[in-house]
């Protein structure tokens, strides 16, 4: 999907970019807000002006995937079956102009092009255990931090948010660098310890069957530490160097992949903060886990304009994978019902329930082989009402018979979303920017297999050329 590069905007480009984003958002705020499964119960279709509604009814998913938005299947051209209403396609096009983009500087991964499961590029001890797409992201983010780690003179790599440690393995294992990972779950950071140890028992293996290889420079495995970084306050442990600098202070570099909701806001502030970081790559998550206030806004300038508010419903869309969807929408899975059967049940516990509304419904298997009407008795039975409950079979035919209305409104709250995102991670810049650091944003993963693709790079010293060397893909492979 087309979009806006963040790199190619000035300071003030980039403060009128915010401008525009809380004005469209402001606009647009009513598609955004809804809540896809009370379609039926609040009415969401008629909230559409008519003329898109007349242009939207009837379409299916494919060709809601290639008109609205814009994502056609391979070879397939764009061919409007009607004359689509000036609003509809201003909407289209502001959401595609005003969002960063998500495209990367290369082509769907090669990596998988001889088998969808292992990446070429990571030599099979670096994949055990790794599924494909956290393959695809510990190898991309890992050479982003193995440049910027060079560029910038770092003597330390801090993970933060490690998990099971997939990714300070690679750095350190795999690329040389000195690594201290922190993670809050004991029991992830005693897994990683484990295959630690597995991959050093791999490496080895494999350095006695092939004895021309030569291992240049010791080993050393990530130093694990298990600790909750708040994000209110500065973590000593996280500042801590693992070996005393040759000369002068420790310089470090903070990295977190895909650091869930406020641990990507707590990385911003160590950098911001703390003189011996001096360089950052984040990519951040769960945009609706911020803190409100406290995780977004944090620059001045988005502060300061009205309009700039993201409830929860808004950061909680932002999470979505808008190439996925579009995916599945091509393929027209059987899978879309699900959110009009989820909003028919809607319309059946009101009627029981007045005061209860949007109740979790816990995941009911193979919904697109169910009727309507078994699917609605296992959701009262989840929710804690009766199951044998008289339904009104009549009317939850004719909600069944609006299926592609309700994933045509889905669609257009999916098509706003990136620029959610794009207001989120705008704030960030500028926050960095207004202290006087250098940053920017640039998509690292392949969208279809990573919707979280976008890495914030910052540094105390300016990027300059820099810049296009760490966006380049390498071609040696771990």
């Known amino acids: 999907m087309p979009g806006i590069s963040a790199r190619g905007l000035s300071h003030e480009g980039r403060r009128q970019l915010a401008v525009n984003l809380t004005r469209v958002l402001a606009l647009y705020r009513p598609i955004l807000d809804a809540y896809i499964i009370e ?33 056609p299947g391979e070879g397939e051209v764009i061919r409007y079956r009607s004359v689509w209403p000036l609003t509809l396609l201003a909407l ?40 494909p797409k956290k393959q695809h992201e510990i190898r991309r983010l890992g050479e982003l931090v193995k440049k910027l780690s060079d560029f910038t003179g770092c003597t330390q790599v801090v993970d933060v948010g490690s998990g099971q440690g997939h990714l300070s393995r690679f750095m350190a294992l795999g690329l040389g660098l000195m690594v201290k990972s922190i993670e809050g779950d004991q029991r992830l950071v005693e897994r990683a310890q484990r295959l630690d140890q597995e991959l050093l028992q791999a490496l080895e293996k494999e350095e006695k069957r092939n004895p021309q290889v030569v291992q240049t420079s010791p080993r050393h495995s990530p130093h694990h530490v298990v600790r909750w970084v708040d994000p209110t306050a500065l973590c000593e442990e996280l500042l801590l160097p693992l070996e005393n600098p040759c000369q002068g202070r420790a310089r470090l570099l903070l990295t977190g992949l895909h650091a869930c909701g406020d ?11 703390c003189p011996e970081v001096v360089a950052l790559a984040s990519v951040g ?6 803190s409100d206030p406290g995780g977004y806004p944090l620059s001045q ?80 039975q989840r929710v804690g009402l009766d199951p044998q409950l008289p339904l009104n079979l009549a009317a939850l035919q004719a909600h069944q018979a609006q299926e592609n209305r309700v994933v045509a409104f889905f669609s257009l709250a999916l098509l706003l979303a990136p620029l959610v995102e794009t207001l989120i991670l705008l704030d960030r810049l500028l926050y960095l920017q207004e202290q006087g650091f250098h940053a920017e944003l640039l998509p690292i993963f392949s969208p279809e297999l990573s919707p979280r693709n976008l890495v914030l790079v910052a540094t105390k010293m300016p990027l300059g050329q820099a810049f296009s060397v760490l966006e380049t893909e390498d071609s040696d492979a771990a």
């Open 285 to 290: 998550c769960c945009y609706m886990k911020l």
């Open 92 to 131: 289209k096009s502001t959401a595609c102009a005003l969002a960063f983009t998500r495209t990367p500087g290369f082509q769907t991964p090669s990596e998988f092009l001889e088998n969808p499961s292992q990446s070429s590029r990571l030599t099979a001890p670096f994949r055990k255990h790794v599924r």
């Open 263 to 273: 641990l990507s806001v707590a990385l911003l502030r160590h950098f911001s903060c």
């Open 301 to 380: 300038w988005v502060a300061g304009l009205p309009g700039y508010e993201l409830p929860y419903r808004l950061r909680e869309g932002a999470c979505h994978a808008l190439e996925e969807y579009a995916e599945r929408l091509q393929k027209a899975v059987p899978g879309l019902r699900t959110h009009c059967y989820r909003a028919a049940l809607e319309t059946v516990i009101r009627r029981a329930r007045p005061e209860l509304r949007r109740p979790g419904v816990q995941g009911i298997p193979r919904v697109h082989e169910l009727k309507i009407e078994e699917y609605v008795q296992r959701g009262l």
């Open 39 to 71: 379609f039926f119960t609040d009415n969401l279709w008629d909230t559409l002006p008519c003329s898109w509604q007349e242009a939207l009814d009837g379409l299916n998913p494919p060709q809601l995937a290639t008109l609205l938005l814009g994502m």
